[in-house]
C-alpha cells in the first residue's frame, strides 16, 4: 500500500502445505499524516484509545485505505487483518484462501484481539467483518473468544446463505456434506464481473494488488464450500451474540453478469434479502440497515452510497457505544438510517 502503513506477520505453524502466517495491518503512526488525522479526531469518542479490527472475505484482502481513514477520522486506530492463505498471507506453496474449517481461523483472530486490548492497550474494540469476514468473525464471538474484549460488532454484506437455488442450497449441500469429495476439488471457477468491474484497469474506481485480488476470482474448492455451508448452519440454529451489532447491506441484489445496467449499484454477490432474514440469528441486539445504491462491499460503492454508508456506521457506534450523536468527519457527513430495522 506505500508508505505511511506497517504489516506484521503473525506465525501459525505449519499445515500439511507447509508454514502459516497471518498479517496484521495498521497505518504508520509515526507518519505525520496520520499523527495529525488521529489529533482531530481525538474528540470524536469517549473511549480512551478506541481501535476497529476489519476482517475481509474471499477473494479479497485489505486496501480500501478510504475505509481505515473514515474510522480513524472517527477516533478508532484502524488494523486491518489478511487471514491465513489470504491476501499479504498467501504463500507460494499454498492454496489461496483454502481452509475445511472456519474455526481455525480463530488462531489469529485471538493473537490479534489480544495485541490489540492488551499489548496496545485499546479499550475499546470493534470487528468489522466483511462478506465471508463477517461469516467467520460471527461465529468466532459466538464461541465467546473475545472474553469481554469486544465491544461491538460491525458486519457488512455478510455471507449468511448461499446465494443460489433451492437445489444447490438443500440437496447439494446436503450431499457435499457427507459424500466423501475430495476436499481440493474444483466446484467453481467462473469470473466475476463484478471483481472485474471494480478496478480503475476496467472502469472501475479502486485500485488493488490483482495477484491478492485476481479479478477473475480464486477457484471454489469442495472443502471450502463445506465449511461455509456448515457455518451457515450454525448460523440458522442462532448464535447468540450479546453485542450490540449491526448489520449493513444493499438494498437491493441482481446479477452478477456483464450486462447487468445495475453492476455499480447493487449486491450482485449475495442475496440481501436472505442477509436481512438471517440477520436476527446472529443475537438479540442486531439493528439492520440497507443503503440504497450500495454494492457488495459497501465501502466501494459511489459516492453518495460510500457516504450513507460510512454516516450510517459512525452514527450507530456512536450511539450505541457513547450514548450521543456522531461528529462527521471530513468529507463522511451524517446521512438517514431510516432504514434500520
Known sequence: MGTGWQATEIPLGEDEEGPLVATLVRADPDDPRVADRRRAAADRTTARSPAVLYVHGYNDYF????????????????????????????????????????????????????????????????????????????????????????????????????????????????????????????VEDSPSPYSWHLHADHGGR?????????????????????????GH??????????????????????????????LDAQDTILDVDQIAARAPRVGPDVTLVRIAGGVHDLS????????????????WLARRLDGRDVIPGPGHPVGSTDGAR
Do not use: M
Not at 441484489?253 to 445496467?261: A, H, K, M, Q, V
Not at 452510497?305 to 459512525?314: C, G, L, Q
Open 63 to 186: 486496501f480500501q485505505a478510504h475505509l481505515a481513514e473514515a474510522w480513524e477520522e472517527h477516533g478508532y486506530t484502524f488494523y486491518a487483518l489478511d487471514l491465513r492463505r489470504c491476501g499479504r498471507s498467501i504463500r507460494p506453496w499454498q492454496t489461496p484462501h483454502f481452509t475445511t474449517r472456519l474455526s481455525e481461523y480463530a488462531a489469529e483472530l485471538g493473537v490479534a484481539t489480544t495485541l490489540l486490548t492488551e499489548e496496545l492497550r485499546h479499550d475499546r474494540l470493534v470487528v468489522n467483518g466483511h462478506s465471508t469476514g463477517g461469516l467467520t468473525t460471527s461465529l468466532w464471538l459466538s464461541e465467546g473468544r473475545d472474553e469481554g474484549r469486544v465491544a461491538a460488532l460491525v458486519l457488512t454484506s455478510p455471507w449468511f446463505d448461499l446465494n443460489a437455488s433451492w437445489f444447490h442450497r438443500v440437496p447439494a449441500t446436503r450431499l457435499l456434506d457427507r459424500a466423501p469429495i475430495d476436499p481440493r476439488r474444483i
Open 206 to 230: 479502486w485500485t488493488y494488488d490483482r495477484d491478492l485480488k485476481p479479478p477473475e476470482g480464486f477457484p471454489v474448492r469442495a472443502g471450502w464450500l463445506r465449511a461455509i455451508r456448515r
Open 300 to 315: 466501494l460503492s459511489a459516492p453518495g452510497p460510500r457516504a450513507e454508508f460510512f454516516s450510517t456506521v459512525f452514527s
Open 233 to 262: 448452519a450454525q448460523l440458522a440454529t442462532g448464535l447468540g451474540i450479546e453485542l450490540p451489532t449491526l448489520v449493513c447491506t444493499a438494498d437491493a441484489s441482481g446479477p452478477n453478469t456483464w450486462d447487468n445496467p445495475d
